[in-house]
T-cell receptor, first 114, second 113 residues
């Protein structure tokens, strides 16, 4: 069965520091991978997606992610974190079976220290 | 201008009541979804509709009944509400292809007293 693991429940970084959020997936075929961000009281906003081509994908707000098939990973990175990046981050895999559903990881809560 | 809008944003009600949540998208997408986010922030698909046809029903109790009058609307009706139904419910939409991102509404926070 498809699954997504985000090993870090909470991460705290200082403003200006670099960030890497981990995501590992289990999926039989080539995965469709997404990162979403959820600010408090808000819905989910798409940061970036991968489904083929260049394994390093650029997203909004200065985020990027790298797909590594050998490690079944799709880690999210940002070179310099801003206080406004504090939020919940979700990795998700899209299914090619009927319905196009997303299976989400459990999320990583990012706190930014000023 | 809101792409996916849900109403109401907050819903507080008592056990045993029946309630509905409405969702509308103006993105021209052909697929709509309902997700449930529990108190630990875990998101799980409940239903998916493509062009008004039910595609996914993820072992949700039959007290939950989605209705799609047209492809721009997907409403969720819940009968005989239980304490365990307390959660945030998100509507989303996309074009019907797994590589197309889903666009989410702001959620409806349902609290059962």
């Amino acid at each position: 069965a498809q699954s997504v693991t985000q090993p870090d429940i909470h991460i705290t970084v200082s403003e200006g520091a670099s960030l890497e959020l981990r995501c590992n997936y289990s999926y039989g075929a080539t995965p469709y991978l997404f990162w979403y961000v959820q600010s408090p009281g808000q819905g989910l906003q798409l940061l970036l997606k991968y489904f083929s081509g260049d394994t390093l994908v650029q997203g909004i707000k200065g985020f990027e992610a790298e797909f590594k098939r050998s490690q079944s990973s799709f880690n999210l990175r940002k070179p310099s974190v801003h206080w406004s990046d504090a939020a919940e981050y979700f990795c998700a895999v899209g299914h090619t079976g009927g319905g196009n559903k997303l299976t989400f990881g459990t999320g990583t809560q990012l706190k930014v220290e000023l | 201008d809101t792409a996916v809008s849900q109403t109401p944003k907050y819903l507080v009600t008592q056990m045993g009541n029946d309630k509905s949540i409405k969702c509308e998208q103006n993105l021209g997408h052909d697929t709509m979804y309902w997700y449930k986010q529990d108190s630990k922030k875990f998101l799980k698909i409940m239903f998916s509709y493509n062009n008004k046809e039910l595609i996914i029903n993820e072992t949700v109790p039959n007290r939950f009944s989605p209705k799609s009058p047209d492809k721009a609307h997907l409403n969720l009706h819940i009968n005989s509400l239980e304490l365990g139904d307390s959660a945030v419910y998100f509507c989303a939409s996309s074009q019907g292809s797994p590589n197309q991102p889903q666009h989410f509404g702001d959620g409806t926070r349902l609290s059962i007293l």
